[in-house]
């Protein structure tokens, strides 16, 4: 059976962490069941079919190919340099449309701005 969804997992995770001989996720198949991660749609990843410059994880760089072509890891938000105005428009466009993994971004961007002031 042919999964349609791609694993979005935390920007902590290394290849490894795919590894072992443990239950697969039924969802997306790629990612042991036992371990924490989200769920994304082929949209989501690439963008709209057919649409020049459309907005996906990969195209905005928020995530990158953990294991080539199921797997995605959420990028590690630097400061506000990642933070465009395409990629605020499309994590607010995804949180309205109900995806959990946008919202869960989002928070993360937050805690990366709210321990850089704090720094400050
Ligand atoms: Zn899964």
Same mark, same amino acid.
């Given at each position: 059976m042919a999964h349609k969804a791609f694993a979005l997992v935390p920007a902590t995770w290394q290849r490894e962490?795919?590894? @072992?001989?443990?239950?697969?996720?039924?969802?997306? !198949? +790629?990612?042991?069941?036992? %371990?924490?991660?989200?769920?994304?749609?082929?949209?989501?990843?690439?963008?709209?079919a057919g649409e020049k410059d459309s907005d996906g994880l990969l195209n905005l760089n928020l995530a990158e190919w953990l294991h080539f072509p199921r797997v995605l890891r959420i990028k590690r938000f630097v @400061?506000?340099?990642?933070?465009?105005?395409?990629? !605020? +428009?499309?994590?607010?466009? %995804?949180?309205?449309?109900?995806?959990?993994?946008?919202?869960?971004?989002?928070?993360?961007?937050?805690?990366?701005?709210?321990?850089l002031r704090g720094r400050l």
């Open positions: 962490d795919l590894n @072992g001989n443990t239950p697969r996720c039924p969802i997306c !198949g +790629a990612v042991p069941k036992a %371990k924490n991660h989200l769920h994304v749609g082929a949209n989501d990843v690439y963008g709209r @400061g506000i340099r990642g933070l465009s105005c395409r990629v !605020g +428009a499309f994590l607010a466009e %995804k949180v309205s449309e109900g995806h959990l993994w946008a919202l869960v971004m989002l928070q993360d961007i937050h805690h990366e701005l709210t321990g």
